[in-house]
């Protein structure tokens, strides 16, 4: 659940930077990939030692990697049509 919460404004800085320069986007978006990867491996571990399932270590990993996409689009549905700096700058400060 907290790395799911934590997962979430990721996907909305995200798509919020990707809306205001494509670059930028790119960047944030390798950068988060980059370490999702540990973040992953820190949710799956110890559900894999406890519980001795790989499917249940993924599920879990799955699950809590999910919320940054849907953050992503839930950013996308709230302020796709009223983007500006401001909004741009209030997001980010809330990520």
Do not use: Q
């Not at 953050?71 to 983007?83: D, E, K, P, R, T």
């Amino acid at each position: 659940l907290a790395i799911s919460l934590h997962n979430f404004p990721e996907g909305v800085a995200t798509f919020v930077s990707t809306l205001a320069n494509p670059t930028l986007g790119v960047s944030v978006a390798v950068a988060i990939a980059i370490h999702n990867i540990p973040e992953g491996i820190a949710v799956a571990m110890p559900i894999y030692f406890a519980t001795k399932s790989k499917w249940k270590a993924f599920l879990w990993s799955f699950l809590s990697g999910i919320a940054e996409p849907i953050g992503g689009l839930i950013g996308y549905a709230v302020i796709a049509n009223m983007f500006s700096d401001t909004v741009f700058g209030v997001l980010f400060g809330f990520t």
